[in-house]
């Protein structure tokens, strides 16, 4: 298998994807959605395992992310924009309805697109994050657990923090918890990119956190790991109320970066989840 790295045009912005059956319209269709501080490369284990099952496997780059454009206002990257980016991917490639797969900001906006475009989804899986209106009811916990988005928030300085070699340097923080801290921190050094990586908080925390979001009615899997320090339990627990549909939540061990601690268990798993 050769993944094929292709891109579109939407809002006047070229975004890349990865397709692993380009063309391919008997294949079902799995869209593999990435967080922060990622891209579509991440999900390469998943894309193996699910290919060779009979998927075809899409995986955008979100938009100022992996070889995408960075658009030039701070609005285009509110969380619904970049739903909105992976529907148009679909309607480019001809593809009317999908399995979603999210991890991170790709989870809110798998949980997104599941609930304001529901025709368009087969069965959803979200990793780490609960859906937008568990998270952002999920109490003090979790508000002290995301202590680093304040900081995120807080313009230029937060990219000069980030870009030194102290505590707070991204290096410095991705280190021991991200799988490839070197390869994100190589990545974020390209001018402009760990801004616009940012601009997906600054755009989007208040639609997370003060609009109710829609119940979502595919068949959904949720998946939290014990270790994660930036997700509680409770956020992902407590989604069931926003799936009105089989609702399947699992526990693992390991920390936030669950595709790539886990590339094999998740790929099996998802696998077995969207056979039905």
Known sequence: MTVSLASFTHRELTLSYRDSAPGDDQRPAVLLLHGFPDSGAMWTAQINTLHADGFRCIAPDTVGCGDSDM???LGDYNIVAIAGDHVAL?????IERVHVVG???GGWAAWLIAGLYPSRVHRLAVLSVGHPTAYARAGIAQKLAAWYIGFFLMGGLTEYVLGSRGPLGLARMLSGSHPDPDEV?????????????LRIYRASMG?????RQPTVTAPTLGIWSKGDPYLVAAQMRDSRQYVDAEWQCETIDGGHWIPLEHPNWLGARLRRFLNG
């Open 71 to 73: 658009a030039p206002k």
């Open 90 to 94: 679909l309607d480019h490639l001809g």
């Open 103 to 105: 991890h991170d900001w």
């Open 185 to 197: 921190v190589a990545r974020m050094s390209t001018p402009g990119r760990l801004t616009a990586g």
């Open 207 to 211: 639609t997370i956190l003060f609009r």
